[in-house]
């Protein structure tokens, strides 16, 4: 009892601890323009001035996450990135022990070793850091309710629940709501129950906000911000531009593929899937079991289809996350007994570390191979035979990893009949995702939104410095801010390059000293409009002069000014 009492102890910290030695790694690293411009900077406001001037404050959403943050900076005595960075990998840590206590070691080891969720932690954002935790605890409470007989508690806990997690974001709660009423209609066949639940959840809605609008009143920030960006975010999302696009969705689907949710975990989640059809085709309705499946199947594919993968980086999907690793069929290799190994089983261990260290030297980097050569090479018009060979020697990689696996495996399970088939795609998944976050970690090049940067960024910084040009007007991505000092200099996200005629006008008005864009930073299709239109490179080949010196980005640098020796 004392020995299964002091595993059960070992077993999560043990867990936490690979999480946080392979998160920690990316802590520090470059900022994109969405967390330097939204949640970076309210958190610093925060910190420095509190609600002194509340409408410099951000209200795109609820605030659960920055005052968070804003404790932890408080208890840490800063607001440097990484002690802001502290809430996403607490939140995170949270999930891994809810999925250890509720499905065992193997879900808990596939969320502490996805590069998506030990990016997610480091992502200075809400739905990738606190939203994972409120929509579990939402859902935990959901299923809590799903039971036949429930005590007023269990209804009182849902209300909180819900308003805890609108407190983060109030678009993906609000995404799951039908299938919370739609779950419970078809699954419960006692209707005070379903009256109950529904009751509850309008109760939370409600408790939302009242509080934020107290809060609102009390602080003084603009309340209604939050419902006029979700009103903005709905039209944009479903007809607007981040709508419902072949190609986005493509795009979204790979890179969730490549940043975790690979085919071995797939297969998982279609085992999972096949039971729970053939459950439902038998019993003629939903079970209480089948609910994480189908909240996080809702919310992997709602968002595939709208809001995307933004900056390659599927954070509307994270929230899912924890729920399909709940649905996960890991109960066959958690609750199976210790067999008599056969010598291939035993041999598998040191050939998988092997394996894995090889992988995570000299595999290629797929999301490097997208994010940044493909998107490199299409923008200046190269072939792709690069991107083509780096890519046939990673699936070749993995594919003798996975032929060499099974056969060890089929070999040493043909001895051992209580050895799950599950427990061969566990492994698998965890050993695919883990050579891609050791790759990762070990990469010279940022990991976060702006995937690929080796510090070119920083040199666009150094460069405006070192001709003391912060007085002047720079037209550059505010990602080259961060390496600045305070000043009023000018700079324009990637979205304004769409039109460039009004660039054009603004770079006539204002002649900045310098304009840089990057395929790190821009579409594609924008970079491909600059070499296109005539009126810019007619602009910049009367009054600027190209600057090749800096890797992945275009810059021009106004005559007469002087460029810089390198």
């Not at 994972?132 to 508690?153: D, E, G, V």
């Not at 924890?322 to 210790?338: G, H, M, Q, R, T």
């Not at 602009?539 to 190209?546: H, I, K, S």
């Amino acid at each position: 009892m004392k020995k299964a009492t002091l595993l059960n102890l070992l077993i999560p910290i043990a867990l936490s601890a690979l999480f946080v030695s392979l998160a920690l790694p990316r802590c520090g690293k470059l900022l994109g323009q969405d967390e330097l411009s939204h949640y970076y900077k309210l958190i610093c406001l925060l910190f420095e001035q509190g609600f002194a001037q509340p409408k410099e404050l951000i209200t795109f959403s609820p605030h659960l996450y920055p005052l968070t943050a804003w404790g932890f900076c408080r208890l840490l005595s800063s607001c440097a990135v990484p002690a802001i960075q502290v809430t996403g990998i607490l939140c995170w840590l949270g999930c891994i022990w809810i999925l250890w206590r509720l499905r065992g070691w193997p879900a808990a080891l596939l969320a502490a070793t996805m590069p998506l969720t030990l990016q997610a932690a480091v992502t200075i954002e809400i739905d990738q850091t606190i939203l994972p935790l409120t929509i579990l605890l939402l859902c935990l409470a959901f299923k809590r309710c799903l039971r036949p007989i429930n005590s007023p508690l269990s209804y009182i806990l849902l209300a909180l629940a819900m308003t805890a997690a609108l407190w983060s974001r109030i678009t993906t709660p609000i995404v799951l709501l039908p299938l919370l009423i739609g779950f419970s209609i078809f699954s419960i066949s006692n209707w005070k129950s379903i009256i109950y639940i529904i009751t509850s959840l309008l109760a939370g809605i409600l408790l939302f906000a009242i509080s934020w609008w107290l809060y609102g009143k009390v602080t003084g920030i603009w309340w209604q911000g939050i419902y006029s960006y979700f009103i903005g975010s709905f039209g944009e999302t479903t007809t607007g531009a981040r709508g419902i696009n072949v190609s986005h969705i493509a795009q979204s689907g790979v890179y969730l593929l490549f940043w975790g949710m690979n085919p071995f975990l797939l297969t998982l989640l279609g085992i999972s899937g096949w039971r729970s059809l053939k459950s439902v085709f038998t019993q003629r309705r939903l079970q209480p079991e089948q609910f994480y499946l189908a909240a996080g199947t809702w919310l992997l594919i709602g968002f595939l289809f709208v809001g995307g993968a933004l900056f390659g980086f599927p954070k509307y999907q994270c929230p899912a996350l924890p729920l399909l690793l709940l649905a996960i069929p890991a109960e066959d290799v958690a609750n199976s007994k210790s067999p008599k190994l056969h010598w291939p089983l035993w041999l598998m261990a040191p050939l998988l570390l092997v394996a894995l260290l090889l992988c995570s030297k000299f595999m290629p980097d797929p999301l490097y191979l997208i994010r940044v050569v493909l998107r490199d090479m299409t923008q200046r018009g190269n072939g792709l035979s690069a991107v083509a060979r780096s890519m046939f020697k990673y699936f070749s990689l993995m594919g003798c990893f996975v032929l060499a696996y099974m056969f060890f495996w089929l070999r040493g399970a043909s001895h051992c009949n209580r050895l799950p088939y599950t427990s061969l795609l566990v492994v698998a998944a965890v050993f695919t995702n883990l050579a891609l976050a050791l790759r990762q970690n070990n990469a010279p090049y940022a990991t976060g939104y702006i995937y690929g940067d080796a510090g070119e960024t920083q040199k666009v910084a150094e460069l405006i410095l070192s001709n003391h040009w912060t007085r002047e007007t720079c037209i550059i991505p505010i990602e080259v801010l961060q390496f600045l000092p305070h000043t009023p200099m000018a700079f324009v996200p990637p979205e304004p390059w769409n039109d460039l005629d009004v660039m054009c006008d603004r770079i006539e008005r204002e002649k900045p000293a310098c304009i840089a864009v990057s395929p790190l930073i821009n579409g594609t299709a924008e970079l491909q409009a600059l070499h296109e239109n005539e009126r810019f490179q007619t602009l910049m080949n009367a009054n600027y002069q190209f600057y090749p010196k800096i890797p992945h980005y275009l810059i021009w640098l106004r005559e007469p000014l002087s460029i810089p020796s390198p």
